[in-house]
């Protein structure tokens, strides 16, 4: 198959980034399939530095070792890593974070966080997420070579997006990008303090519109757009507060674009003056709508397996229904999102 080249927009979502794992563990699959510039936030922005780094030690097999590498150690972040050897007699991962709320509605660590802030322990505390990190060297997640890096970050002070790109894209950017407040402090870089870039950009869309980046943006979702039935317990209600206020942003980049289309379709715009992007989308709401907020920050083996496998068909029913879009039309009826 002819060569396409395409830009990957990678949401965060704690844990359930691993959904994003398995997806990009199917597009590496497709030799035809090349990433021009990857936009990630929070766990999609580990997700973009482990496959930037690997593509440019080890090029396909490389990113997938990476990929997997990242994601064990995140799996061994958590407290329940004991729970693999039973794994397959447990049932499945959506039942079993139903069952955790109808016996705790309000996990301690809920209720922990509502009353108790990072910094509380002073010099004591110390970020889960920085031995994770500090695994990936700068030189080959800034690298030349391979695609482009773009990492998402919101200051605290202004509630400004800032994006990281090349040389940029340190460590701490990193952590800046996946920092929830009510877990971690704020990262500090060039003396400003950085929270989790998905209250600014889930991911940021922006960086991916260059001249010189293909048109193709294919975004992969982790936080449910739609939820058919109304949230009525507590748990369902912040739930999706903490849905909403993670789609927000992506879906403000979303109705922009199809204003633009709009426009150069309708003649207002001169083709060309501005990027007609082709919008592409890889989710399973299905299977995240039966997850919760709290699984974010519950990376168990059994939960990161199970959301691998998820993004792995994923991918392969997209790559199946629409590999011979791309780059010629988006796969996402934006007139009837916002219509």
């Avoid at 922006?206 to 009525?232: A, G």
């Avoid at 010629?328 to 009826?333: F, H, L, Q, S």
């Amino acid at each position: 198959m002819e060569t396409r080249r395409i830009n990957l927009a990678l949401q965060g979502g704690g844990a359930h980034g691993a959904f994003t794992w398995g997806v990009l563990d199917r597009l590496l699959d497709e030799p035809w399939l090349e990433f021009a510039a990857i936009s990630g936030t929070s766990a999609g922005a580990l997700n973009g530095a482990a496959l930037k780094a690997g593509l440019v030690t080890g090029g396909r097999p490389g990113a997938k070792a990476a990929l997997r590498q990242l994601w064990e150690r995140v799996g061994g972040v958590g407290d329940l890593r004991a729970m693999g050897w039973f794994r397959a007699v447990l049932p499945p991962v959506g039942a079993m974070a139903r069952a955790m709320e109808q016996v705790m509605p309000v996990s301690p660590l809920d209720l922990a966080s509502r009353v108790f802030s990072p910094y509380d322990l002073g010099p004591l505390w110390r970020n889960p997420l920085a031995p994770v990190v500090a695994a990936f060297r700068h030189d080959e997640v800034c690298a030349s070579e391979g695609p482009r890096l773009y990492v998402a970050a919101t200051n605290v002070r202004t509630g400004k997006l800032r994006v990281f790109g090349g040389d940029d894209v340190t460590g701490d950017a990193i952590l800046a990008s996946a920092c929830l407040p009510t877990l971690f402090q704020a990262v500090e870089i060039d003396g400003e303090a950085y929270w989790d870039g998905g209250y600014a950009a889930n991911p940021a869309l922006y960086p991916l519109y260059k001249p010189d980046l293909p048109d193709d943006i294919l975004i992969v979702s982790i936080n449910p757009l739609l939820r058919e039935d109304v949230p009525r317990s507590a748990p369902e209600i912040i739930n999706r507060i903490n849905e909403i206020s993670f789609n927000a942003a992506l879906l403000r980049d979303l109705r922009a674009i199809a204003f633009v289309k709009r426009l150069i379709a309708d003649g207002q715009i001169r083709r060309g003056a501005m990027k007609d992007v082709l919008v592409h989308l890889i989710a399973d709401d299905d299977l995240m709508t039966t997850l919760s907020v709290r699984t974010k920050t519950s990376p168990t083996p059994l939960l990161l397996e199970t959301l691998h496998d998820a993004g792995v068909k994923a991918a392969d029913d997209f790559l199946s229904a629409h590999a011979g879009d791309l780059g010629a039309r988006g796969t996402v009826d934006l007139r009837a999102m916002f219509g």
